[in-house]
């Protein structure tokens, strides 16, 4: 059984908790619920190795933020 993937989840201010995570195979962001841990995957794109495994939505921290920030800097 393959591994699954975990993306980082950012919060929607403007919505009761639902999460975008962003793909790095169809490079466009994903809206998800306020579900939390492991998803079907909402790829567009044929080829996206998570159309089989979906992905765990991982909340984003803000030690996750902070590296974020350093590197677009
Ligand atoms: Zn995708």
Known sequence: ??????????K????????MVWCPYC??????GSESGHVVAHCTLN???FKDTGYYIKP???TDMAKIKECSE
């Open 60 to 62: 984003i921290t803000k």
């Open 47 to 49: 080829t996206s190795p």
């Open 12 to 19: 929607r201010s403007k919505s009761d908790g639902s999460m």
């Open 27 to 32: 490079k466009e962001w994903h809206n998800h």
């Open 1 to 10: 059984m393959k591994d699954k993937p975990t993306l980082l989840g950012f």
